[in-house]
């Protein structure tokens, strides 16, 4: 036996060693020299190996190779350590060796393991075992309110994160911040608070303007007025597209422009210019095309002033019949949209700013309540969205292209802001009810409801100059500052990419 054992391990360092031309033993499972079939049976091969191919070679996949395979029943690893050991060992197999309960339970256990080593068998169970049973609803069910955490750990995606489809994202019920807000005015024919493309908020609170910059926390006091004159309430305020003027209007029609940067000489005055329209009017209302400031008044009259000439008026139109409430010029200064109390919507073009007149491109009157909420949409140039105050309830979208009247939302209460989101192409409005509304374009359905200043109204609504933020003026005379279009980083620069090769053109 051991004979027979050291021929088979000598014949396996054979087969490993010489590969060319081998066959297969029908004893060993290894090949023996280099040999090939014939008509016969075994024919002679030549001493030196042709470099020739050989066809019709032996392997059943075809080639010239052979690779030798080990067979589990082999155990050709315990077999020579088995006789390798001394004849007093306690893995002596001999039938004559004397041994103890204890030692038979030891050889076997090592003999189990070395057979499993040998054979290279994934597990040291007898063949009788049950390893793994495979049974339906067995796993016992989860605690009520269970959460899986490893789930998101260990799930997989068969798309590329830049492909997966986003799902419903989370929207903060509660505000970022709070700011307090005392004497600050609830009035609905006053805009007060808006914020600049740098990132200031400039908020009117009667007779002072503060000027809070979201980046820093830092507040600073632009001017305090004698509130002993009535005339000298703000109730207007609007930064330029640059964000380094901002007009400022007061209560007896009067329109200031101030330049936070600007250090005002001893004894000079802080504003750089003032602006007093024909006769006197609340201004309401404010809206900047390039360094033409367009102002709403209590007259009905839409009056444009040029900051740069002395002769600052350059056009009034007077369309409406009553006060102008809301103004926004489109995202392309195309086009001017004004509410007003008398429940009806205009839209002005552009081309006519710089003469009197009462006609307009379009005027909107589905509504039955005045409107203050006025606002071009930023991601379709077309659209425009307005809102009723507390006779309407409703936001109506149109096509100003058209003025076509393209859908009514009923919200339930009175429209004070509209903002629009490009990035999830959302729209939010404000409520007299206190509420915050978000609204998915192009069905506009609701998706989110923020408390927001509940049970006091929510009096105006600007966003940041990144989108992702807004703040909101309410009757509790608190400032709210809202994170609800908060955007993955390099979702945006993929699409910022992605808008910029679209913007490239042949020439």
């Not at 509304?437 to 509940?454: C, D, F, M, Q, R």
Request: glycine content about 8%.
């Amino acid at each position: 036996m051991m004979r027979d054992l050291t021929i088979r391990k000598n014949s396996a360092s054979a087969g490993r060693k010489y590969t060319s031309h081998t066959t297969t033993s029908n004893q060993t499972g290894f090949g023996v020299g280099g040999t090939s079939k014939n008509q016969k049976g075994l024919r002679r091969r030549d001493v030196t190996p042709s470099r020739a191919y050989v066809g019709g070679g032996l392997c059943a996949g075809g080639g010239d190779r052979y690779v030798a395979l080990r067979k589990s029943e082999q155990d050709l690893e315990l077999a020579n350590y088995l006789l390798a050991q001394p004849s007093d060992s306690t893995f002596n197999t001999s039938n004559s060796a004397p041994s103890s309960p204890q030692k038979n339970y030891e050889q076997e256990q090592m003999k189990r393991m070395m057979r499993v080593k040998s054979a290279g068998n994934l597990t040291d169970a007898g063949e009788d075992d049950r390893i793994l049973c495979y049974k339906k609803n067995m796993a016992p069910l989860p605690a009520v309110g269970h959460l899986n955490q490893a789930k998101v750990l260990y799930s997989t995606c068969v798309q590329p994160a830049s492909t997966v489809k986003k799902s419903t994202r989370h929207i903060p019920q509660q505000p970022e911040r709070v700011l307090d807000a005392p004497e600050l005015k609830d009035d609905y024919y006053m805009n007060i608070i808006d914020w600049s493309s740098c990132g200031v908020v400039a908020v009117a609170l009667s007779f002072t303007l503060y000027l809070w910059n979201a980046d820093s926390g830092e507040i600073q006091i632009l001017f305090e007025l004698d509130e002993t004159n009535e005339m000298n309430l703000i109730t207007s305020v609007k930064w330029s597209l640059d964000g380094k003027f901002l007009a400022v209007g007061f209560k007896d029609g009067s329109l200031k422009l101030y330049d936070p940067h600007r250090v005002p000489p001893p004894n000079g005055k802080l504003e750089l210019r003032t602006m007093k329209p024909p006769r006197q009017s609340r201004n309401g209302v404010l809206g900047w095309r390039g360094a033409v400031v367009s102002a709403g008044y209590q007259s009905g009259q839409v009056i444009h002033h040029d900051v740069r000439i002395p002769n600052h008026i350059i056009g009034i139109w007077e369309g409406h019949d009553r006060e102008v409430v809301g103004l926004h010029w489109s995202h392309n200064q195309t086009k001017l949209a004004s509410g007003s109390g008398d429940n009806t919507v205009r839209v002005w073009d552009d081309s006519r700013i710089g003469s009197t007149t009462s006609e307009s491109l379009f005027v909107l009157d589905e509504h039955v309540g005045s409107v203050r909420a006025v606002q071009f949409c930023n991601f379709k140039s077309s659209l425009l969205a307005t809102g009723g105050g507390m006779q309407c309830k409703t936001i109506k979208l149109w096509n100003v292209n058209s003025g076509q009247l393209l859908k009514s939302i009923d919200t339930g209460s009175a429209v004070n802001g509209i903002i629009f989101n490009s990035d999830y192409k959302e729209m939010m409005s404000a409520h007299a009810c206190g509420k915050l509304v978000i609204w998915k374009h192009p069905n506009y359905t609701e998706i989110a409801k923020l408390s927001g200043h509940a049970p006091e109204r929510a009096i105006s609504i600007v966003q940041s100059p990144c989108g992702q933020f807004v703040m909101t003026a309410g009757g509790d005379e608190a400032l709210r500052t809202w994170h609800p279009f908060k955007v993955d980083k390099s979702t945006h620069q993929l699409a910022q990419r992605s808008k910029m090769f679209n913007s490239l053109t042949i020439r």
